[in-house]
C-alpha cells in the first residue's frame, strides 16, 4: 500500500491553532510518523518482540493511544498464548475508524477490540503488556501519573509497560543539540522549514515532553520495580517498566 505523502504544513496557514488527530492527520499518519520520529519502525518491531516475552496465556493486553494499530499489529503478530485479548483504545474517531480497518485487513487468531474513548475512562485489568507509544505526552502533566498508577495495579505479575516518548534534557547543551538532530532528520526527510515550523506552533500547548528522569521517578511512585530506557534516538526514546510482584 503506498503511504499517502504528508504535507498539511507545506503552505502559510493563516491560523495555526493546536494540534489535532483529524481526519486530514489520519489519512497522512503512517507517512508522518516515519518522517518525524526516528527509530519509529524499530521501537513497533521491538514492541512485537516483547510481547512474545511477556505476554501470558488468558490475559489482557492494552494499546493506549493506539493510532492506527501499528503496535496492535505488531503484538498480535507475535502472541504465541492462547486466550489473549488485545484492546486498542484512541480518542480520536479518525483514527479509530482507519485502525479498524488495519486490523480487519490481517487474519489472526488473537481477537482485537478498537475501542474510542478517553484512556483516563477505560478500565484496565488482568494485563500482561500495556503499550503507551507516544501517548502520555498528550496527556495534562498533571493526569499523567494517575494513568501510570492504573496500569501498574492492572498488570500481572511479570507484567509489562512500554513507554514511548519525545523527551526533554536537563543538560541543556545535549537537549539543544539532540533537538536539533531532530530537525535535521526532518529535513533530510523532505519537510521544509515551513513545514518544521507550522507543525511545532501547533504542537507546543499540546505536546508537553517529559525528562527520562521524571517518567522514572513516576514509574517509581507507581510501583514499579524495574525500569529502564531500552531504547533512544535522538530526543525519541522509549522505556520499560516491569511489575515484579
Same mark, same amino acid.
Given at each position: 500500500?503506498?503511504?499517502?505523502?504528508?504535507?498539511?504544513?507545506?503552505?502559510?496557514?493563516?491560523?495555526?491553532?493546536?494540534?489535532?488527530?483529524?481526519?486530514?492527520?489520519?489519512?497522512?499518519?503512517?507517512?508522518?510518523?516515519?518522517?518525524?520520529?526516528?527509530?519509529?519502525?524499530? +521501537?513497533? $518491531?521491538?514492541?512485537?518482540?516483547?510481547?512474545?516475552?511477556?505476554?501470558? =496465556? &488468558?490475559? /489482557?493486553?492494552?494499546?493506549?493511544?493506539?493510532?492506527?494499530?501499528?503496535?496492535?499489529?505488531?503484538?498480535?503478530?507475535?502472541?504465541?498464548?492462547?486466550?489473549?485479548?488485545?484492546?486498542?483504545?484512541?480518542?480520536?474517531?479518525?483514527?479509530?475508524?482507519?485502525?479498524?480497518?488495519? +486490523?480487519? $485487513?490481517?487474519?489472526?487468531?488473537?481477537?482485537?477490540?478498537?475501542?474510542? =474513548? &478517553?484512556? /483516563?475512562?477505560?478500565?484496565?485489568?488482568?494485563?500482561?503488556?500495556?503499550?503507551?507509544?507516544?501517548?502520555?505526552?498528550?496527556?495534562?502533566?498533571?493526569?499523567?501519573?494517575?494513568?501510570?498508577?492504573?496500569?501498574?495495579?492492572?498488570?500481572?505479575?511479570?507484567?509489562?509497560?512500554?513507554?514511548?516518548?519525545?523527551?526533554?534534557?536537563?543538560?541543556?547543551?545535549?537537549?539543544?543539540?539532540?533537538?536539533?538532530?531532530?530537525?535535521?532528520?526532518?529535513?533530510?526527510?523532505?519537510?521544509?522549514?515551513?513545514?518544521?515550523?507550522?507543525?511545532?506552533?501547533?504542537?507546543?500547548?499540546?505536546?508537553?515532553?517529559?525528562?527520562?528522569?521524571?517518567?522514572?521517578?513516576?514509574?517509581?511512585?507507581?510501583?514499579?520495580?524495574?525500569?529502564?530506557?531500552?531504547?533512544?534516538?535522538?530526543?525519541?526514546?522509549?522505556?520499560?517498566?516491569?511489575?515484579?510482584?
Amino acid at each position: 500500500m503506498e503511504l499517502k505523502k504528508d504535507s498539511l504544513f507545506s503552505a502559510p496557514i493563516e491560523r495555526l491553532g493546536d494540534w489535532t488527530f483529524d481526519e486530514k492527520v489520519a489519512e497522512v499518519f503512517p507517512d508522518m510518523i516515519q518522517r518525524s520520529v526516528p527509530g519509529y519502525s524499530n +521501537i513497533i $518491531s521491538m514492541i512485537g518482540m516483547l510481547a512474545k516475552r511477556f505476554v501470558t =496465556a &488468558d490475559s /489482557n493486553i492494552y494499546d493506549l493511544g493506539c493510532s492506527l494499530g501499528a503496535a496492535t499489529l505488531s503484538i498480535r503478530r507475535n502472541i504465541a498464548q492462547t486466550g489473549c485479548q488485545i484492546y486498542s483504545i484512541d480518542n480520536s474517531p479518525a483514527m479509530v475508524e482507519r485502525c479498524q480497518k488495519h +486490523i480487519n $485487513s490481517y487474519r489472526a487468531n488473537t481477537p482485537v477490540e478498537v475501542i474510542c =474513548a &478517553d484512556i /483516563n475512562d477505560i478500565t484496565i485489568q488482568n494485563a500482561s503488556m500495556v503499550v503507551l507509544n507516544f501517548t502520555l505526552q498528550f496527556l495534562t502533566p498533571e493526569n499523567r501519573q494517575q494513568i501510570l498508577n492504573k496500569i501498574y495495579q492492572a498488570l500481572n505479575s511479570n507484567g509489562i509497560l512500554v513507554l514511548s516518548e519525545k523527551f526533554n534534557f536537563t543538560d541543556t547543551i545535549i537537549n539543544e543539540l539532540l533537538f536539533d538532530m531532530h530537525y535535521d532528520f526532518k529535513r533530510a526527510n523532505g519537510y521544509s522549514e515551513l513545514e518544521i515550523s507550522q507543525k511545532r506552533s501547533m504542537l507546543e500547548n499540546v505536546m508537553i515532553p517529559d525528562s527520562i528522569e521524571t517518567h522514572k521517578q513516576r514509574l517509581v511512585q507507581a510501583g514499579f520495580e524495574h525500569i529502564n530506557t531500552w531504547f533512544q534516538c535522538f530526543n525519541f526514546g522509549s522505556i520499560i517498566a516491569i511489575k515484579h510482584n
